[in-house]
């Protein structure tokens, strides 16, 4: 078993989870097997019951785990599919210790964070390192150092490296390397602060990623390698990139990956490095022939991360058809006090992603009815898709339609609680979680997408189409092309004599990877680039004049 820890000093948001991500694509370039782990400090034990304004996006994974948004840049870089066993949260850790003590399992000792909690992380990144069948597994430690929360992790890090031995693990450290006053100097100091509270703890980092604006100069990665104790070699470069996806070859630039090769012993190894594919994805995405624009309505448009999946899923589409997908971020309330023309003005595209409770409704409503009548390009997900189906009931087929989420006294509950989902009282993992199988007809813009009759993809949601509306709302133009559980459960949307009127169900931002774009994505972005120059599928159906450059 080999472990790359990673970990994060001075500030967070400083590219930890893509650090690990890039070095998980180019061990594997090299042939290598490759897992990954996120420890995340928080007390809750899963990121399912968190809010999108304080901690991003909650990433589903195929066995229904609720988890950090980090776990969606691992799978997308490494094409991999993890488990809820890959997120280990400190709410998890203490669960278990505190019930294993409920039993008696410790025998009557003092339960203790040293050794009781420490092993009991040890126990976990040991058991998902394993199970995985890797060649490594990366294991990034949320926060910072410093931090009270993340101590338990990186004392359990720190002894698991010495149980394992030096040859199986290595420390990777990601600090701020900043420009201070108007000569541009960049300085060390933080970075100097940040390796000496980590080896304070008993941590000897073995590379030295620094965070910086402009590539490090050599002064300043020999003056780092003084102070930090790291060979010049092991200090890396890391400045801002184009794209997330260029990081990889920056690093492999750097020797990052012979260095962690190497040391670890890893192997045997193909002859080689095998980025071909991925360098060719990385130039579409940095040199796009065209751009369009989608406009994203949603109820948590402050945070960018709320909705990552979906931009990565833009970026994936985007290249495989040659433009920049430009994602313009309006809060769905805002179409209740202005026209949707006028807020959708330069939009070639309208995405309304998914999203919880009342707030904002009306205006997703307003702009999915707007994208109807006037034939834009329209994907909605989760939400969206019920949103979409109550447009359509209330505006097409003519009901008082409502979803019992936002009135349970609707005359008409279009959208409804699911028959499993009644008497749940807890809100933690009780939803309807991960991959489920989806059939698609055959006469429909989602099998050409899909190019198959039955798919899967991953959910996240409590109330669904209620099936007593299906023949009014079919009648009405929303055909119900994709289904699941023996047809009961309407999972994709289209409209009939709309260009791209489509929604689903299920979140297919979640399995979007580099080079195979989540087919409803794609579809939107073909749609919206015909929509924009007039030309590829749909070409001649509401062609916007005078768009064409």
């Not at 690990?20 to 042939?31: F, M, V």
């Not at 008993?202 to 020999?222: A, H, K, L, T, Y």
């Not at 299920?506 to 409803?520: A, K, N, T, V, Y």
């Amino acid at each position: 078993m080999k472990l790359i820890f990673v970990t994060g000093g001075v500030i967070s948001g400083l590219g930890k989870g893509i650090t690990a991500s890039s070095i998980g694509r180019l061990l594997e370039s090299r042939g290598l097997r490759v897992s990954a782990i996120k420890i995340d400090p928080y007390l809750n034990v899963d990121a399912g019951t968190m809010n999108p304004f304080e901690h991003g996006e909650v990433y589903v994974l195929d066995d229904g785990g609720e988890v950090d948004l980090d776990l969606g840049n691992y799978e997308r870089f490494m094409d991999i599919v993890l488990t809820k066993d890959h997120n280990i949260t400190t709410g998890k850790i203490y669960r278990s210790v505190i019930e294993k003590e409920r039993r008696g399992d410790y025998l009557g000792k003092t339960v203790q964070i040293v050794p009781h909690i420490t092993d009991e992380i040890k126990a976990r990144i040991t058991a998902a390192a394993r199970d995985s069948g890797a060649d490594a597994a990366i294991v990034e430690v949320g926060g910072t150092v410093g931090d009270i929360e993340s101590m338990p992790f990186l004392e359990a890090a720190r002894q698991l490296a010495r149980d394992i031995g030096r040859e199986d693990s290595l420390f990777i450290h990601t600090t701020l390397v900043p420009v201070m006053g108007p000569v541009g100097e960049q300085k060390t100091k933080p970075t100097q602060h940040s390796v000496k509270e980590l080896m304070s703890l008993g941590i000897r980092p073995d590379i030295v990623v620094g965070r910086c604006q402009e590539p490090m100069s050599e002064d300043i990665r020999r003056k780092i390698s003084m102070f930090c104790d790291v060979p010049p070699e092991a200090v890396v470069s890391a400045p801002n990139a184009a794209s997330i996806y260029e990081v990889p070859r920056i690093l492999d630039a750097q020797g990052v990956t012979d260095r962690i090769i190497g040391q670890m012993k890893l192997g045997p190894l193909t002859s080689g490095s095998d980025m071909t594919c991925w360098n060719a994805f990385v130039d579409r995405v940095i040199n796009p022939e065209r751009e369009i624009r989608v406009a994203l309505v949603g109820k948590y448009t402050a945070l960018a991360d709320s909705y990552i999946s979906h931009l990565e899923a833009f970026v994936h589409a985007g290249a495989e058809r040659g433009c920049r997908v430009r994602v313009a971020f309006i809060d769905s309330d805002e179409f209740m006090v202005h026209p949707a023309g006028e807020l959708l003005e330069g939009a070639d595209g309208v995405l309304i992603p998914g999203g919880f409770g009342t707030r904002g409704v009306g205006g997703m409503i307003e702009a999915a009815r707007y994208s109807r009548e006037n034939g834009i390009p329209f994907l909605g997900v989760c939400l969206g898709f019920q949103i979409a189906t109550l447009e359509i009931a209330r505006h097409l087929a003519g009901l008082d339609a409502d979803s019992t989420e936002f009135d349970p006294g609707c005359a008409d509950p279009v959208v409804f609680l699911m028959d499993e989902q009644k008497g749940i009282g807890g809100k933690g993992a009780s939803m309807r979680l991960g991959a489920i199988p989806v059939s698609i007809a055959r006469d429909s813009a989602a099998y050409r997408l899909y190019g198959r009759e039955e798919v899967e993809e991953r959910h996240r949601h409590r109330y669904e189409v209620n099936p007593d509306y299906i023949g009014r709302l079919e009648g009405s133009g929303w055909r119900f092309v994709g289904r699941s559980d023996s047809d009961r459960r309407m999972e994709i949307g289209e409209l009939r004599g709309h260009p791209y009127f489509v929604a689903s169900q299920f979140h297919p931002e979640f399995r979007s990877r580099p080079g195979r774009p989540s087919p409803l994505h794609l579809g939107l972005v073909e749609a919206a680039m015909a929509y924009r120059y007039g030309e590829g599928p749909g070409t001649g159906a509401f062609p916007r004049d005078g768009r064409a450059q």
